[in-house]
């Protein structure tokens, strides 16, 4: 489902140059804007960031899309749907547009860094469109629209190689008080898997400098934020290319643990080769990084691991989660896994089962293969959707099946949990994630909001448990 954000602002990987922002900067205001995300945390970091310019040039949130004068629209190129999607809202958007003169639209992120000419060829009452090398570029195209200037011959995506992560806006001015925050440490990627767009709409990788990351969870924190999930395509690959010299990701867990006010620290998403030794001793040993890895496997099988240009084995991935269940006894651990990629047997998928049944992951975001246009594996030839679909279904029903297994394992168990707000289902209950990344509703009022509360589960379900609070709230976080 996509992810609408009006909201407010972070530090990005664009160079943003302070004295050309501060010729556009506003006081008064002007318009409102909307922010349309699709796709992962970093597209949601992105749509931060384009909340930050339009504040800072005048415009406020919007409360929905048709209200606003300035629409963008943050797309999303991992797969096809959320491609269909943002080409389905620009076709609903064309008649609105069309009687609203005064809006402006812009499409941004990894299709409008891939797909611009087509973008512009479909839909040609778009008024700009953004690569994500250019977020910084979007107050100056909003101010040109707005003086009705057409400049889609003049737009070029530059390539990512060379972006600065130095002399950024700061991420926690103006911005809401959050309990919890992402916070980007890492841009691009370097691995050139054969499925994924990433290398080519992010770039190559860059790490921010450390001390720009603890100084933006320090003032996090001191607003009221308990926990941060650190961001990265592969997040533990982090600090290889800094000019500080290299700094493991373990070293940076260790320095944002001496963050005052913080209390949690979560990472998203590892690779499994580059999980060490030191990453396994910290989720041990420092009580702020919470006993969760969310570690791909794609596959289970060693020649669908080298067709997707995945750099571990089998053996590998399995050796990682059995030193980490041995060091961190009740970890969780949850994964990615692609069925029906190109190629891919019956004996293949098998495998992949057999991993799946073995490791048995407390939870899995599953996907059906989808061809990404300019990669590698887009190129072979193509299983049936029939297929992909059936071998899908199978998947689901095993790691369902697991999933229950594992959460009936909690029930009579107490665990700490960071209380995040009231059900959405039910307003009498709350709901929280336990440091293991269970979601736990248990009863209580809107007063515990903010708090950490120990609970023991009572009742376990797919989606995670049902609980009871044992012990009085602990901390207070906002």
């Known amino acids: 489902m996509a992810k609408r954000y009006p909201i407010e602002p972070i530090v990005s990987d664009v160079l943003i140059r302070p004295a050309e922002l501060a010729a556009l900067r506003s006081s008064t205001v002007r318009g409102t804007f909307f922010v349309q995300t699709w796709g992962c945390q970093m597209n949601e970091e992105d749509?931060?960031?384009?909340?930050l310019y339009m504040r800072q040039i005048g415009f406020e949130p919007a409360a929905s899309l048709r209200e606003a004068h300035v629409v963008l629209l943050n797309t999303c190129s991992v797969r096809k749907k959320p491609e269909d999607k943002a080409f389905s809202l620009l076709g609903e958007l064309a008649p609105i547009k069309a009687g609203r003169p005064d809006m402006v639209l812009g499409v941004c992120g990894c299709m409008a860094q891939l797909r611009a000419d087509e973008i512009r060829r479909r839909a040609?009452?778009?008024?700009f469109v953004v690569g994500t090398a250019q977020i910084a570029q979007i107050p100056g195209l909003v101010e040109e629209a707005l003086q009705r200037r057409r400049f889609a011959k003049r737009l070029h995506l530059p390539e990512r190689k060379g972006a600065v992560v130095t002399d950024l806006p700061v991420r926690h001015v103006g911005r809401k008080t959050k309990l919890k925050a992402f916070v980007p440490i890492q841009y691009g990627c370097d691995k050139f898997c054969t499925f994924c767009i990433v290398p080519t709409t992010r770039g190559r990788e860059r790490s921010r400098p450390t001390e720009d990351i603890v100084e933006e969870v320090a003032k996090l924190a001191a607003q009221g934020t308990r926990e941060v999930t650190l961001l990265g395509q592969t997040v533990n690959s982090?600090?290889?290319?800094l000019a500080e010299?290299?700094?493991?990701?373990?070293?940076?867990l260790w320095r944002l643990a001496e963050v005052e006010g913080l209390e949690r620290i979560r990472y998203t998403s590892p690779y499994p080769r580059d999980f060490r030794a030191d990453l396994i001793e910290a989720i041990r040993d420092c009580p702020k990084v919470m006993e969760h890895v969310h570690l791909p496997l794609q596959s289970g099988d060693d020649d669908m691991l080298r067709s997707m240009r995945r750099l571990y084995t089998r053996e590998g991935f399995l050796s990682i989660v059995d030193e980490l269940?041995?060091?961190v006894p009740g970890i969780g651990i949850t994964t990615d896994i692609i069925v029906g990629f190109p190629g891919e047997t019956q004996e293949q998928f098998e495998a992949t089962l057999e991993v799946v049944e073995r490791v048995r992951f407390d939870?899995?975001?599953m996907f059906i293969y989808s061809p990404r246009p300019g990669t590698p594996a887009a190129e072979l030839p193509q299983l049936t959707?029939?297929?992909k679909n059936a071998r899908l279904q199978q998947l689901a029903e095993l790691q369902n099946r697991v999933s229950v297994e594992i959460n009936q394992t909690y029930v009579d168990r107490e665990m700490?949990?960071?209380?995040?707000?009231p059900s959405p289902k039910n307003p009498t209950m709350l709901q929280g994630f336990s440091r293991e990344f269970k979601m736990v509703h248990f009863p209580g009022d809107a007063s515990l909001v903010g708090m950490t509360v120990i609970v023991r589960a009572i009742e376990a379900r797919l989606w995670g448990l049902i609980a009871q609070p044992v012990v009085s709230p602990t901390r207070r976080s906002l």
């Open 47 to 51: 749509s931060e960031q384009m909340g």
């Open 124 to 127: 040609p009452h778009v008024d």
């Open 238 to 241: 982090y600090g290889k290319n």
């Open 245 to 252: 010299g290299r700094v493991p990701f373990s070293r940076l």
């Open 325 to 327: 269940r041995r060091t």
């Open 363 to 365: 939870g899995a975001f």
């Open 385 to 387: 959707y029939e297929v």
């Open 416 to 421: 700490e949990v960071l209380v995040e707000g």
